[in-house]
């Protein structure tokens, strides 16, 4: 765990600049609108420790699976969204010198991160080793307001010496990702054109042949005066530059404009995509730094007042959560029913920026609270549009009849994960895509959405499980076998309790879709009976006898489900017992020695609880808890959160604020020792849950919104607000009690700790 980040409610400090740090730094100041983002990399050249990383949303690349066997229905590609061009770069020569951060001598040196604004503001002072010195101040930011197009105000004082300044902005495609195979570069150029203050890079992606225009047009002032420049235009493969040389003195001040745009083929037509380049540029710079910085900081005002968790008395939590709810924002809209959500976002390229489960099971409540009901919509409707796709990859495992098997990371739809153990195993993601349609009609109450697009869905993901389980005739019980759980610790097991739970009801609600289509929807009913070819007697039949007769790992002596068949034939060392310095175990231990412990990477046993709460009591979900979570490491970023709802339901104050502050502050801190790779953006969802499902308490019961909230006792007060049906409120929980104001003009009844409320 590292805490080198100074905190502050709305702020994200970094003082002093520290090679070692770089590159978490690049992730945690990251900045994203939705369609393009970067890591928080330097405009000006740095040697030391760097991750250069700039995406575009929905751009990606299948680079080969490299494995030395191959077995059938293994994926063929590993897709990854691809670095694109460098677009923030700009070069300082002072005196013949160049300036590299890692050389120079830093001092003063000071990274925010504006979350309230929007805006990532540096600055520093250099000494070269000529003894020339520089104060240098940046601001930049990915507009919001205008999702194609990006700002930076690069400031330069001129401190002790007189002579010459070069500024040397560029767009560079010329770029590779840290994860490729055999370093191969993934861009073609298509076009570019450059000259005196403006030019553009066109480059297309090998295979998926998608289309990217970067460009830049430049605005340089003196002492805040306007000054015309008449810059040496280079060019290289994927890569132009504009070398702006000026004569400089003592105290003059140099501030450049960097007005950039970034479009592609993902939204704007092959031929001609530098036009509409140009036309992002164009209406940057007609706008101005200022006025595009006002209409960013209204935007995330607007954000802000549909989607803040305030927290009294507690810094550190306040910083935490802004700052998860800040990059879940800026990573997804639900503009665009052909993105989801990577769980690095737009902060690196570790799991290649493609869909996980992570969306379903963790990100929907998030934007079906914050945000208009159409976003949640949307991340369902993408699964919907994947069907086909799910059900040839269930047909490549020699599956059949429409059975469904969704990917477990995907960009289009089709399986590409390069690892077996999850490829062929991880199968219980197939009912978090389920759950999801659950939870989304349970708390919109869009019914029809079964009709409209997820019936369809839970029938391929029912006819799955109905051919993925097998029959045992000596426990005569239908097993699952050949497992990886949520818990990715263990491989190839049999029976985990969480899967054959998932299982089981998914294949129970398939069951009630398909009966609530019938009922509301018989027209619909009828055409999808004879799309599908689904016999419903016959089916509903065979489902109804493997969820009555499905077995569940169990150990009567200790009156708890077991993770999976054999989990006490391991050795049941807890983690309070392992020597720190063995922790985080994937950094320490081989897989295999992994494999043969009892550590669990994530809630697993504890998630099906999580989901199904209802059909546990308390003192049921309390002894698993207090068994389970001794043995958890909480090495995946999507654990604590968990541990944090189910423990304050559990009135575990204590635990929940520690699961809370991991979860919340997972990356700031870097509790696991990966922050370097990228953000865990999924996760941060369930750090918003944290809050409003663990002390808020709330919950959907008996069709109706229910509160039952506490307050931290290392808090004054905390506050949240959820949309629900139409109505947006605002809760507030104080020592006093809690407050909740209705901000919308439509009425609800709600339950505040079992007592009906109107608001």
Not at 717 to 728: E, N, P, T
Request: glycine fraction near 6%; include cysteine; aromatic fraction near 12%.
């Amino acid at each position: 765990m590292k805490q080198y980040l100074h905190h502050d409610e709305w702020l994200i400090i970094e003082k002093g600049l520290e090679p070692e740090n770089n590159k978490i730094s690049e992730s945690v100041f990251s900045l994203g609108n939705g369609k393009f983002g970067q890591r928080a990399n330097f405009e000006e050249k740095y040697s030391g420790p760097t991750l250069l990383g700039n995406y575009m949303a929905g751009v990606y690349y299948p680079d080969k699976t490299r494995v030395g066997w191959w077995k059938n229905g293994y994926p063929e590609y590993f897709a990854k969204v691809l670095n694109a061009a460098n677009w923030v770069g700009i070069n300082v020569n002072i005196n013949g010198e160049e300036l590299d951060l890692h050389q120079a001598k830093v001092s003063d040196f000071q990274r925010i991160l504006n979350m309230k604004e929007g805006y990532l503001n540096r600055s520093f002072k250099a000494e070269m080793a000529n003894g020339n010195q520089i104060s240098v101040d940046t601001t930049r930011f990915n507009s919001i307001a205008d999702d194609e197009v990006a700002a930076i105000e690069y400031k330069i004082k001129v401190e002790n010496f007189s002579g010459q300044l070069d500024l040397t902005p560029y767009i560079d495609f010329d770029v590779e990702n840290e994860d490729s195979n055999y370093d191969e570069k993934f861009w073609v150029e298509v076009q570019k054109e450059v000259e005196s203050g403006v030019g553009y890079v066109v480059a297309k992606t090998k295979k998926t042949d998608f289309y990217v225009c970067s460009g830049m047009s430049i605005v340089l002032l003196k002492n805040g005066q306007p000054v015309d420049f008449e810059a040496t235009s280079n060019e290289r493969d994927k890569y132009i530059e504009n070398v702006i040389t000026l004569a400089v003195e003592a105290g003059d001040e140099i501030t450049l404009y960097k007005y950039v745009s970034n479009v592609s083929s993902f939204y704007h037509e092959k031929e001609g995509i530098i036009n509409d380049g140009k036309k992002g540029v164009q209406r940057a710079l007609n706008t101005g730094f200022a006025k595009m910085l006002e209409a960013q900081k209204a935007a995330w005002a607007k954000k802000w007042e549909e989607s803040d968790i305030t927290i009294e008395g507690d810094v550190s939590a306040q910083q935490g959560i802004r700052f998860n709810i800040f990059q879940l924002n800026q990573t997804y809209t639900g503009e665009d029913e052909r993105l989801n959500i990577g769980p690095k976002g737009f902060t690196g390229e570790k799991y290649g920026g493609s869909t996980y489960w992570d969306t379903e099971a963790y990100c929907l409540p998030f934007y079906l609270s914050t945000a208009d009901q159409k976003v949640a919509r949307q991340l369902l409707v993408y699964r919907h549009n994947h069907l086909p796709r799910a059900i040839e990859n269930a047909e490549k495992l020699g599956f059949s009849d429409g059975a469904a098997l969704y990917p477990m990371v995907t960009m289009n739809g089709e399986e590409c994960h390069n690892e077996w153990e999850i490829t062929f195993e991880e199968i219980h993601r197939n009912g978090a895509i389920a759950y999801a349609i659950f939870d989304y009609v349970q708390y919109t109450a869009d019914a029809d959405y079964l009709s409209e697009y997820g019936f369809e869905v839970l029938l391929g993901i029912a006819r799955f499980w109905a051919q993925r389980v097998s029959y045992s005739t000596a426990r005569k019980q239908y097993v699952i076998l050949g497992v990886t759980g949520p818990n990715e610790y263990e491989n190839n097991v049999n029976n985990n309790w969480y899967t054959n739970l998932m299982a089981s009801w998914c294949l129970e609600y398939a069951e009630e879709a398909a009966k609530y289509v019938k009922t509301n929807a018989p027209e619909k009913y009828a055409q999808l009976v004879t799309q599908t070819n689904f016999d419903a007697d016959k089916e509903i039949a065979k489902w109804t006898d493997i969820r009555t007769n499905m077995y569940y790992p169990r150990s009567e002596e200790l009156n708890i489900f077991l993770q999976q068949d054999n989990y006490l034939d391991k050795e049941q060392i807890l983690v309070k017992d392992l020597d720190p310095k063995h922790l985080p175990l994937v950094k320490n231990w081989s897989w295999d020695r992994i494999l043969r412990s009892i550590y669990i990477k994530q809630a697993d046993t504890l998630q099906g609880m999580y989901f199904f709460e209802e059909r546990f009591d308390d003192e049921t979900i309390r002894r698993h808890f207090e068994f389970y979570e001794p043995r958890t490491v909480h090495e995946s970023s999507l654990s604590p959160c968990v541990h944090s709802i189910l423990a304050a339901k559990l009135g575990m104050e204590d635990k929940a604020y520690e699961m809370y502050v991991r979860t919340a502050r997972l990356d700031l801190d870097d509790y696991n020792s990966d922050a370097d790779e990228g953000c865990h953006i999924t996760s941060m969802a369930g750090t918003w849950m944290s809050v409003v499902k663990g002390f808020g308490g709330m919950r959907i019961k008996n069709d109706t919104l229910s509160l039952e909230p506490f307050l931290p006792k290392q808090w004054q007060s905390y506050s949240f607000k959820i949309r629900f049906r139409g109505a947006l409120l605002k809760v507030n929980v104080t020592k006093d009690g809690t407050n909740i104001s209705n901000e919308s003009s439509e009425s609800i009844t709600l339950m505040l700790h079992g007592e009906a409320v109107t608001v």
